[in-house]
């Protein structure tokens, strides 16, 4: 029993004087993001791979405009109007490796029209968890007469979960090894680990942290079930949900993971909404993928993002 | 990548074909189902589940316990007669189901007689972790017309290391706790020992390849995870809650909440509890003060609680006449 409470005021301790790595998860506090600098305009991203550029952007002059708080912003489109929209998502809303007008944010920006502006919340890497967790944050932050008259959504792949280490360390990202080859997906896992870390310290989604986090961060990936994943995004799903309720803010989402368009209409309307996207009868409608990359190769393209945008359009419109 | 593929559709197909068989309680919108007291719709049982019957708390020798379950699973009164309108709900683990007690010392029952006899009802689910508060509190609440919105929510949270996992191969949630740097759970111990998480996941069944997967997660949950996903829960019962304007207060018997300081407590969850300048209030939870089974908090303890809890009520109550 004696070593049962040792253990918990150590618990207490550690949190109490590892506060400032903690406090910005699910309170109250301003989502700032710090790892793309603030006020500043890059050329590329930290974790943008330019060593196999998409010719297509070979010649196209892509600049990220980063905002006092960390976020990338429009120059013509972040300015004050009559209304405004907030978006938020992972990279694909962040717009990797595109220039301004090709990401959805902009583009829904031009479908809403001139009275409107557009913010863009995306972080590269973010599961559904952090992106609820910044939307929490931001409309805690933002006072009564400047809630944003909509809110969209653009979720990444449902099996990235957040998994917090004890050590001080941001938050990162699980995902599922799925099961036809899971011991090379996971070999290579930690391969990609140990080839990855100096002094201890290595590199998971463009964020640092220690290598026995992110060593535990692979293992959680190989534990964690699909089931689980979905389950985690429902609640995630619920909090957007009561909260856009409680602030009478209309909203809309979609998605590109894989999972979610596989999942039938009526698994999406009972446990997630289908009443603010765009569903047929075999559930969310998957976007042309075709082979339109972004300049990285990786991401989607403007082509991609237009199908976003319309998505979008079309669940606030109902 | 075909491969990849093939694998989602897999898993999406599972939930295409499985959720109203396996999953139809978790998260959906309708009235929340305690699955493993569903067994007993509508019936009353002396024992609750899992219960010590090799202990006998001589405090108890002579006190009758029934306990009468609703068609959904969840614990009603049938000798309580309200006389009032208003309703007050209650979500919780054990010590809110009141595993061990008769249903005149629990505490949902107490508070409901102290706000004048107002009418109950009691969502405690035994063993239930914050997820599963959150889940049952969200099910309960959006299900309801407006008219029917309860007029107060107490919430009394577990200890906060019981995060959930739910397996692809089994179909109800299972908690996972902690492995405590001091107390390692002696059944994982080999699980703890060995090295490649991989050779934990061949289970050679699809039982004990779930098991296996669950004790790995086990030990792989860190306590700021655990606290995390607790605070997760804790938004969303507060924008449920706040969102129709339902006053409501919480508390916890978490020990590890009461070392934090009231600036963290106030950081992470709210005010809306039992609290002083140094922290959480701490409600002794005296061995010489325990339910039938020795284990689960006595009379003492729930008439302290259920007191508390209506002064946080009045309290809210008189502040709200006053403004």
Known sequence: MDSIIEETDSFAKVLESNIHFYRELWTEIYPVQYYLGQNTILNSLPNENLENINPKYKDVDIKYHINSKGYRYYPD?????????????????????LPDNETWPYILGEKLGEEWSIENFGKSGASLEEIVRIFYQVIKNTPANEMPDAVFFLFPELTRMSYIGNIGNKPVHTGIV??????????????????????????????????????????????????????????????????????NIPWSWYSWSYTYWNLSREVIAEFMDINNTVVDDNGLKPVDYKEGRSRDNTHCDGYVCMQFADILYAGIKK | MKDHYADITKYSRALNNHWKSRYNHIWRKNTPVNKIYSRFANQTIEWAVGENKNYLNPDYKDIEIKYSIDSNGFRVYP????????????????????????????????????????????????????????????QSISCLDKKDYPNVVYVYF???????????????????????????????????????????????????????????????????????????????????????????????WSPMLYSLRPETISLFFGDNTLINDDGLIIINRSPNNRGRDGSHVGLKYTEYLSNAFVNLFKNYENREINL
């Open chain 1, 178 to 247: 799925f099961e036809q080859n899971p011991e090379a997906t996971h070999q290579a896992e930690l391969k990609f680990l140990r080839e990855n870390t100096v002094n201890g310290i290595t590199t998971l989604f463009g964020r640092q942290c220690k290598y026995e986090d992110a060593l535990i961060r692979v293992k959680m990936y190989a534990y964690t079930s699909a089931v689980n994943s979905f389950f985690n995004n429902v609640s995630c799903f619920n909090i957007i949900r009561e909260t856009c309720s409680r602030y």
């Open chain 2, 79 to 138: 000798n309580y007669t309200p006389f009032s309108s208003k309703k007050v709900i209650t979500y919780g683990c054990s010590m809110t189901f009141g595993f061990s007690l008769p249903d005149e010392h629990t505490w949902p029952y107490l508070i409901a007689k102290k706000l004048g006899n107002w009418q109950l009802i009691n969502y405690g689910v035994p063993a239930a972790g914050p997820t599963e508060i959150a889940r049952v509190c969200y």
């Open chain 1, 77 to 97: 489109k972040s300015i004050k109007k009559n209304k405004k929209a907030f978006c938020f998502g992972c990279s694909f809303t962040l717009g990797h490796g």
């Open chain 2, 158 to 252: 577990p200890d906060f290391f019981r995060t959930e996992y739910i397996g692809n191969e089994d179909y109800a949630p299972i908690h996972t706790h902690l492995n405590l740097h001091a107390v390692k759970y002696p059944t994982l111990s080999s699980v703890a020992a060995t090295e490649d998480p991989l050779q934990i996941i061949k289970g050679d069944t699809p039982e004990t390849l779930h098991l296996s997967k669950l004790y790995a997660y086990y030990n792989l949950t860190s306590a700021t995870h655990s606290f995390y996903e607790m605070v997760k829960s804790f938004k969303l019962i507060k924008e449920t809650l706040e969102s129709r304007n339902i006053p409501w207060f919480w508390y916890t």
